[in-house]
């Protein structure tokens, strides 16, 4: 059994780690408000753009030529992949569940005899995919998680994807993030955004223009092509913005119920072993008391 | 009868309310917004947009390039960027157009389609210096 000091250096250590962590959650949750409100704050811009894109679609329907981050290059061979996660751990599993849904995808389209590149954001999912997989990393990008997410890291990297695409050396560009539900879930998906998924932005036109605001038909200027080219890189990165938001928002989710728990926990341990100390030192005084009253009885 | 306007950025909503005439610079020259208007989407280059109530303006924002979606009822800006004119700081402005046109300087000269997205990011920084030294 362990000695009174020990334990009593052990329940010290544990009451100080429960400081941090109670801390740690504390500040979690208030920049988790603060990244929801910024979420939040970003979404009536990308409702606009899909409205304008919407109108857009459906006034360049069946037009030859597409730009390529609509209709992709017409093949299916190279994937690039963009897993999203934080840079700092210590927020339960949100980074590895990212990182093992990216690994399935990989070895699922490995599988299927296609080539597969990574972009990794964020520390954790980069030093996660270079052991394994360093020949597959493109690019990267870091150390912005945390801070509030400015809206040049997205555009950087929508530059990013358009440059490979038009190089070619990308076919297809899918997103791996944490979909924000609530504070306490974030759940891993797949979004792709090369060739864009287009099917609910075109519904959602067709349905507007039989509506009675806006029957007129629309002027252009440039012309639709033009404003096209233009509107759809945008498009990409309000895209990625919006699942950095939700990545920052997710992060500080997770960390505050990681911590939370872990606070819980401290303070069970620090319980059951307040309980050993005190039973130790019973057992203690009362052994010294029996060697006290034999010594006085064998006198 | 007033239209309503909304500007955005990325970021978040700068304004959203309801005015008398928008004036924005589209990339083909300046535009007005006025109600009953023809349904319209435009190209915005790097300018101020000023809004007008009872033939005055009222407020004046810098808007870095971006969309407009107008109808007859509503004008909605996304702009890449967008502040209020009196938030403009000079300073920083002449210190990103020295930036950028050490990089234009450097650029590859053949390069068009980098050329032309780096003479409308000059040009929209000067637009800003412009707007912030005019005072209002």
Known sequence: ?299 | MPIQIEIISPEKVLVSREVDMVVMPGMEGDIAAMPERAPMMLLLRGGVVSLYENDTVTDRYFVGGGFADMTATRCTILADEAKPVSAISIDNATAQLEALTEVWDKADKNDISRLDVLQEKILSVRAEIDAGSSGF
């Open chain 1, 1 to 299: 059994m362990a000695s009174l000091k020990e334990l009593r250096a052990r329940i010290g250590s544990i009451k100080s780690t429960r400081k941090i962590t109670s801390a740690m959650k504390m500040v979690a949750a208030a920049k988790l408000r603060r990244a929801q409100a910024s979420a939040e704050a970003a979404r009536p811009y990308a409702a606009a753009m899909r409205r304008m894109l919407g109108e857009l679609a459906a006034a360049t329907k069946g037009e030859e030529g597409a730009p390529r981050l609509l209709a992709g290059t017409g093949q299916d061979k190279i994937h690039l992949l963009i897993p999203i996660s934080s840079d700092r751990g210590l927020c339960g599993g949100f980074n590895s569940n990212v990182n093992r849904l990216t690994l399935q995808t990989i070895k699922k389209l490995q599988a299927e005899g296609k080539t597969v590149k990574l972009l990794p954001v964020g520390r954790r999912a980069l030093s996660f995919f270079t052991r394994d997989y360093a020949d597959l990393i493109v690019d990267k990008v870091t150390g912005f998680s945390g801070k509030d997410v400015p809206f040049s890291v997205a555009s950087d990297l929508g530059d990013k994807i358009n440059a490979l695409l038009e190089a070619g050396e990308i076919d297809v560009c899918t997103l791996v993030f944490n979909k924000f539900r609530n504070a306490m879930t974030q759940v891993p998906a797949c979004q792709q955004l090369v060739p864009m998924v287009m099917d609910d932005v075109v519904a959602k036109a067709d349905a507007a223009s039989t509506t009675a605001e806006d029957v007129a038909q629309y002027e252009f200027e440039p012309d639709e092509a033009t404003l096209l080219a233009m509107l759809l890189p945008r498009n990409l990165q309000v895209q990625i913005y919006a699942s950095l938001l939700e990545t920052a928002a997710g992060e500080n989710g997770a960390r505050m119920t990681a911590m939370d728990n872990a606070t819980r926990n401290a303070g069970r341990t620090i319980d059951s072993l307040s309980k050993v100390y005190n039973r130790t030192r019973q057992t203690n005084i009362t052994n010294e008391l029996i060697e006290i009253i034999s010594g006085a009885q064998a006198v």
